[in-house]
């Protein structure tokens, strides 16, 4: 049962930067693929940004050039770093893992939730 933990979420001013951290744990893959989502209040879960296990990346379009998604393999770990946030970014962001090794953003791929971490962005 792999485990993921979200942090470093928060609330910022619209053009603020966040980074957000997601702790895998208790997993013996080799190989997988991670992503981050989000939910905003009475709308479906969308997918944010995701990356294979060599690297490749995907974005949603209205996150392309403000967001990078990164991993550490050696850490376990994955990170989103969200600049030039707004308004519209403001959702409960979710870390996920896949054992398809897909940079996708279709959520039926993704194996193992996190619990999430709130964003918030004032204007």
């Known amino acids: 049962q792999v485990q993921l933990v979200e942090s470093g979420g928060g609330s910022v001013q619209a053009g603020g930067s966040l980074r957000l951290s997601c702790a895998a744990s208790?997993?013996?893959?080799?190989?997988?693929?991670m992503g981050w989502f989000r939910q905003a209040p009475g709308k479906e879960r969308e997918g944010v940004a995701a990356i294979d296990n060599d690297g490749n990346t995907r974005y949603t379009d209205s996150v392309k050039g403000r967001f990078t998604i990164s991993r550490d393999n050696a850490k376990n770990t994955l990170y989103l770093q969200m600049n030039n946030l707004k308004p519209e970014d403001t959702a409960m962001y979710y870390c996920?893992?896949?054992?398809?090794?897909?940079?996708?953003?279709?959520?039926?791929?993704?194996?193992?939730w996190g619990r999430g971490t709130q964003v918030t962005v004032s204007s």
């Open positions: 996920a893992f896949g054992v398809h090794m897909l940079a996708t953003l279709t959520l039926n791929f993704y194996n193992y």
């Open positions: 208790k997993f013996r893959y080799s190989r997988y693929s």
